[in-house]
């Protein structure tokens, strides 16, 4: 089945800076790739896509790329804020497959 | 709408006792799924289900059992609870199975077995 390893586990910036969070995958045929935000105590939220057919996908501060070749896919949040702090998962979807596999989370920190 | 929900909120079992842990969504989604969350663990499938009357096995079913008898309600059965099985459960539902099929998730179920 697929695998996702997701890094780093932890993260820190300084408010304004970006934050990158990386993921691969191993199941080349993989063909979504969403991103969710989970604050403390909260449920997980989808903030960004991406299908296998697009390689970059921006949503105001947020951007996804993915680079099928070398089967990876990164997070970018730019101008961070105190709000974007949280736990991010990655996860990825097998082609044929109904499930969705995530990673093991990144924690994000934004200091003020 | 009231999206996902789930009951209990929180639920305190003992070794060998056994619960249901009851999910329901109100948007006539296809597809329903039971996550395990553990820390440094990410989200683990459970079981899932692509309509009424089908389901299927996750990465760790084990323990666990589902049924789904109607689209709406999707219970999540522990048959024999153990201390392992003390986790943070999320239901989650999505419109269709093939994407983009953004889940949504219930608020979850903190249980702690004894």
């Known amino acids: 089945g697929e695998n996702v390893e997701q890094h780093p586990s932890t993260l820190s910036v300084q408010e304004g800076d970006s934050a990158v969070i990386k993921c691969t995958y191993s199941?080349?045929?993989?063909?979504?790739f969403p991103w969710y935000k989970q604050e403390l105590g909260k449920r997980p939220q989808l903030i960004i896509d991406?299908?296998?057919?697009?390689g970059e996908k921006k949503d105001q501060r947020i951007a996804v790329t993915l680079n099928k070749t070398a089967k990876h896919f990164s997070l970018h949040i730019t101008e961070t804020q105190p709000e974007d702090s949280a736990v991010y998962f990655c996860?990825?979807?097998?082609?044929?497959?109904?499930?969705?596999?995530f990673g093991k989370g990144t924690k994000l920190s934004v200091i003020p | 709408n009231a999206g996902v929900t789930q009951t209990p909120k929180f639920q305190v079992l003992k070794t060998g006792q056994s619960m249901t842990l009851q999910c329901a969504q109100d948007m006539n989604h296809e597809y329903m799924s039971w996550y395990r969350q553990d820390p440094g663990m990410g989200l683990r499938l459970i079981h899932y289900s692509v309509g009424a009357g089908i389901t299927d096995q996750g990465e760790v079913p084990n323990g666990y059992n589902v049924s789904r008898s109607t689209t709406e309600d999707f219970p999540l059965r522990l048959l024999s609870a153990a201390p392992s099985q003390t986790s943070v459960y999320f239901c989650a539902s999505s419109y269709s199975s093939a994407p983009p099929n953004e889940q949504f998730f219930g608020p979850g179920t903190r249980l702690t077995v004894l």
């Open positions: 996860a990825a979807r097998g082609a044929g497959s109904y499930q969705l596999t």
């Open positions: 199941d080349s045929a993989s063909n979504y």
């Open positions: 991406i299908r296998s057919n697009v």
